[in-house]
């Protein structure tokens, strides 16, 4: 006789989506966390969660559907990702996002220019307006999920770590904390991801070194990767494999922009040749790939009217910061236009020219090459960025290395079911969040992809653990 219907193995977004969604069906639910503390990366993040077909979509006006989600998201992913895994996670995350709202999640139906404001707003590179953000953000989310979960009576056992899996005949039973066995009928692996693990990282996601020591991990302490230890046990499929989400930072950024800052808007990026190559406000679910698709080294070029109307109270993007850089000679700083290019190895009179179309451009309101202006409308900014004209000028290094999640994971299927290198599944186990690959793709969405996945197929998941 099994202790628990379901043991949930983290206290995520996606373990606790799993456990309250458990719980709710009349399940006895067993909840392991690592950490003193519950919500793991999903308590850091702003929240924002992409869905189609929604009420807060509806009270704004915007027709959409979980079928040109879906279209859009196997696109932009190449169809690469499984279509049928991905039609379920399109068609529930929507509903997904209702039950947070009925559990008191709040929303309001109102435009947002960005993920720090409740509201839509553009998550990514989508034509509808698919980003919620809640208020409170991630930590909004947590703490409405932890109520539900205590008030379902959910046995929650924080400070504890599973080390592994149990399992007979094939099938996952239980596991093992603290040196303790506990059964359950089924296991949910919701354990986030890797992205503190340098072996793992080196294995399954090698682009985020080569960051060198420009790399910075702003997920959470838990995610040490305990979902592939647990998928080799039972000999799990790997899926994922390469792909995460590393966001395009200036090298002496060390920490998420909410405290790190935001570079100036009068800035653009440069490649090796000095031409600008990008929108620089362009959504993270293309920027990085971007920059990684240039030849050498790309440069954020800026001047001093720009580095003294950074706002102060960041830890890096700051004007001392700045200028204690470049006078440590890490920023490039140079009194001409000219001699800055020849510090960083660019045609001088490219980057002259790239300055003057610039100058010429979005500073008079449109930018014709990259439609920056766009971008920026929809941030709701209203007034246009200054020319670059005001020496000394400036050139940061700019690159894809703060590492926010990890996408190689255990297989799973529409389910949430683990599966086999056979392609099987294996009994009694599922997973979700970023621990259950498939979902989150090569291209990142949008924001709000990696908590629309947790949350989702934490749902997903509890469903066929605990089927009634
Ligand atoms: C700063 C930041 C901002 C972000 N902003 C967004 C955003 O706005 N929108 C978006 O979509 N995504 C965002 N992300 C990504 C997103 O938050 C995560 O991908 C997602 O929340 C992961 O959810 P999860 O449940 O899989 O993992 P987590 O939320 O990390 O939960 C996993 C939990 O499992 C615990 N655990 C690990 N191993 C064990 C073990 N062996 N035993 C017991 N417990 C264990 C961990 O401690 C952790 O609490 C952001 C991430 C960060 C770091």
């Not at 590179?125 to 999920?145: A, C, F, N, S, T």
Request: charged share 20%; hydrophobic share 45%.
């Amino acid at each position: 006789m099994n202790e628990y219907d379901v043991i949930v193995v983290g206290g995520g977004g996606a373990g606790l989506a799993a456990a309250v969604t458990a719980a709710e069906r009349g399940a006895k639910v067993l909840l392991f966390e690592s950490e003193p503390e519950l919500g793991g990366s999903t308590q850091l993040s702003a929240g924002m969660f992409t869905a189609a077909g929604t009420s807060v979509q509806a009270g704004l006006g915007v027709e959409d559907s979980p079928e040109k989600f879906f279209q859009h998201y196997m696109d932009l992913n190449h169809w690469m990702l499984n279509p049928g895994l991905v039609a379920a996670f399109c068609a529930q995350a929507g509903p997904a996002l209702e039950w947070l709202i009925g559990l008191g999640v709040e929303i309001p139906a109102r435009v947002s220019g960005n993920a720090h404001t409740p509201g839509l707003c553009q998550a990514g590179v989508e034509d509808v307006w698919r980003g919620h953000v809640p208020k409170d953000q991630g930590y909004g989310i947590v703490q409405v999920l932890v109520r539900a979960a205590r008030k379902l009576g959910v046995e929650i056992v924080p400070n504890t770590r599973v080390e592994r899996l149990v399992s007979a005949n094939g099938r996952a039973v239980g596991v093992v904390a603290d040196d303790v066995e506990v059964r359950a009928g089924a296991v949910v692996v919701a354990s986030g991801g890797f992205a503190r693990d340098p072996g793992l990282l080196a294995r399954y996601y090698p682009a985020a070194l080569r960051a060198g020591e420009d790399l910075f991990v702003v997920a959470a302490p838990g995610s040490r990767g305990d979902h592939l230890r647990f998928g080799e046990q039972v000999g799990a499929a790997v899926t994922g494999d390469g792909w995460g989400l590393l966001l395009p930072t200036a090298y002496f950024q060390r920490l998420h922009h909410w405290q790190s800052g935001f570079p100036p808007k009068s800035r653009i990026l440069v490649n090796s040749r000095g031409r600008r190559f990008m929108d620089e406000d362009a959504s993270y679910a293309v920027s990085g790939g971007i920059i990684e698709a240039q030849d050498g080294p790309v440069w954020m070029v800026f001047d001093e009217r720009a580095r003294l109307a950074l706002p102060a109270g960041y830890a890096h993007w700051d004007a001392d910061v700045v200028l204690r850089e470049a006078t440590e000679g890490r920023t490039i700083r140079a009194d001409s236009l000219e001699r800055l290019a020849e510090l960083i190895g660019v045609p001088a009179g490219t980057l002259t020219a790239t300055v003057r179309r610039w100058n010429d451009g979005l500073p008079r309101g449109e930018d014709p090459e990259f439609l920056r202006h766009r971008t920026l409308a929809n941030k709701g900014v209203t007034d246009h960025p200054a020319p670059i004209g005001e020496p000394p000028f400036y050139a940061a290094r700019t690159l894809p290395a703060e590492l926010v999640c990890t996408h190689a994971g255990l297989e799973i299927d529409a389910r949430a079911a683990v599966r086999d290198e056979r392609g099987d599944v294996v009994p009694g186990l599922f997973a979700a969040g970023e621990a259950g690959a498939g979902v989150l793709g090569e291209r990142y969405v949008g924001g709000g992809n990696a908590v629309a996945n947790a949350i989702t197929m934490g749902r997903i998941a509890a469903t066929n653990a605990f089927p009634q």
